[in-house]
Structure formats: structure tokens, C-alpha cells
């Protein structure tokens, strides 16, 4: 049995989010899990969740799907932010200045950083309660700006700088609000994933996660968490990264 009876997963669709899911369903929780495509998500239906449209560039889709998940539930014990983008089609990371082109970067800020921040707006409210309750959000260890000594990708570090500055602020509104709810942003390490997939060559050899170990690791950390966890930023290995 599992301390987590109810959990909404943001970007469930694939990759971190559809292997979270799985293993929060394998642990008999009640998941509900969005993808942009409801009807094309067979492999997140496959795993019992209650599939939940959302894209969390649309403010009012992520309004509906909170809503819905309302009307199921009033409490939720765990909510992880999944949904991320580093790359689609003519986005690609910046190798340098002459690289940088305005509308990535604005819809690198839409998914990475106004995305959870527009959740944690909807979603808060199912997070005051009497047992304990988190709000994760994945993060990237490039977004951290004590951290930065390889420079590049402006747009997906900028925009997961910001993502960071959104959790520590939630993290100070929540601590009045929602006294039990415990707010962090996570790094899940390099893990075997779409987003990961055309950058693998530069990993070193072991450290390279395979998903399921990547996700064991992060729910490992949502477990564990305690009130000296909120308003922390934290690797897969649960040390603590400065912002
Ligand atoms: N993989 C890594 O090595 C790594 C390292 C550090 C941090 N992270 C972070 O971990 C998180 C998950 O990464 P991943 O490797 O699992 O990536 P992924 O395989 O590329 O999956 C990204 C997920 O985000 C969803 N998404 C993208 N844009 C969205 C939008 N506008 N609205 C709703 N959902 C959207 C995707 O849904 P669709 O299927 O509909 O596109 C997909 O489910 C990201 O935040 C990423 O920054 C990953």
C-alpha cells in the first residue's frame, strides 16, 4: 500500500512521464495522467490511468483538466510537473549567440516555465490538506545558474532557470496555504528518452539512466520527501543543486 491514493501526472504521454505513471499504477494509486492527444495515448491508457487531455501552453485546457480531475477527486497526494521540451523540429538547443531565435525562445518559456507555473495555479487548492502532499517538478540540472560552466542552450536553460524560479516561489506561497504540501523542482539525470536521444554521445558510459531506473530513483525522493525537502532543487540522487 502506498502513502499516494490519488496523483496527477503532467506529460504522461511518453518517456519520464508514461514510466512514473506505470509505476505509480504498479503501487495501486489512482493516476490521472495528461497527454496533449488523448486518443493517440495508447500506451499511457494501457496502464490504467484515467488519461486526461492537457497542453500546458493553453491555459483554459489546463483549467478543464483540473477541473476534471475536481470533479473525481477533492485531494491529491502527489502532483508531478513532467511536461518538458528541449527540442521539436526546427527547435534545437543553441550551440551559440547567433543561434538564438525569439519564438524559441518564447515557446521554450511557455512549456518550461510558464507551463508549471499555470499548473500549480489550477492545481493548488487539491493540495491543502490534512496528510502529506507534494508538487514535483522536473526540472534540468542545466537550469541551474551556480552550476552553468559549458554554456549552450540558452533557451532550454533560461527557460528552466525560470521554471526553478517559479517552484522556489510557489514554495513560498504554499508554505501559508497548503501547510503539508512539500514543493521542489527535481533533476532526473540523463535518462534514455526522446528529449535525450540525439545528445547521448557525449554521456559518459554508466551514466546514461534506462527509464525505469530513472523514475524508481525520483519516486524514491517523492517518498522520502519532508518538510526540509520544500523548496528544495534536487538531483536523482537526492543531494541538493544550488539554484
Ligand atoms: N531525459 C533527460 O535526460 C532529462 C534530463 C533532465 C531533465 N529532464 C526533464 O524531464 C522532463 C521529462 O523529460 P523526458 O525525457 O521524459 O522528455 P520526452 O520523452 O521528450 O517527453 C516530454 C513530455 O512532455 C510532454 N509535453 C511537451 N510539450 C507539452 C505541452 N505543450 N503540453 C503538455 N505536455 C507537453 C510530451 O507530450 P507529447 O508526447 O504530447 O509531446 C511528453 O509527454 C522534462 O521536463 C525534461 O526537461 C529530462
Do not use: C
Request: no cysteine; charged share 25%.
Amino acid at each position: 500500500m502506498t502513502w499516494i491514493r490519488d496523483a496527477l501526472v503532467v506529460g504522461a504521454n511518453r518517456g519520464l512521464g508514461l514510466e512514473l505513471t506505470r509505476q505509480l499504477r504498479g503501487r495501486g494509486a489512482r493516476v490521472f495522467a495528461t497527454a496533449r492527444v488523448p486518443s493517440e495515448a495508447n500506451a499511457l491508457a494501457a496502464t490504467g490511468a484515467e488519461v486526461v487531455a492537457l497542453d500546458v501552453e493553453d491555459e483554459a485546457s489546463i483549467a478543464r483538466a483540473v477541473a476534471g480531475v475536481r470533479e473525481a477527486t477533492s485531494t491529491l497526494d502527489l502532483v508531478l510537473h513532467v511536461a518538458g521540451l528541449l527540442h521539436d523540429g526546427e527547435l534545437q538547443p543553441e550551440k551559440k549567440l547567433d543561434d538564438v531565435a525569439p519564438e524559441h525562445l518564447a515557446r521554450s518559456f511557455r512549456v518550461n516555465a510558464t507551463g508549471p507555473l499555470l499548473v500549480a495555479k489550477h492545481v493548488h487548492p487539491l493540495l491543502r490538506h490534512e496528510r502529506k502532499a507534494v508538487l514535483a517538478t522536473l526540472s534540468a540540472r542545466v537550469g541551474s545558474i551556480g552550476d552553468n560552466r559549458l554554456g549552450g542552450w540558452y533557451g532550454y536553460r533560461a527557460s528552466k532557470a525560470a521554471q526553478n524560479m517559479v517552484v522556489r516561489t510557489v514554495a513560498v506561497e504554499l508554505a501559508r496555504k497548503a501547510k503539508n504540501a512539500i514543493v521542489m523542482a527535481l533533476h532526473p539525470g540523463t535518462v534514455d528518452t526522446g528529449l535525450s536521444a540525439p545528445f547521448q554521445r557525449n554521456v559518459p558510459p554508466g551514466k546514461l539512466f534506462e527509464v525505469e531506473r530513472a523514475a524508481r530513483q525520483l519516486l524514491a525522493i517523492v517518498d522520502r520527501a519532508d518538510a526540509s525537502y520544500h523548496g528544495t532543487f534536487r538531483a536523482w540522487d537526492d543531494t541538493e543543486i544550488p539554484w
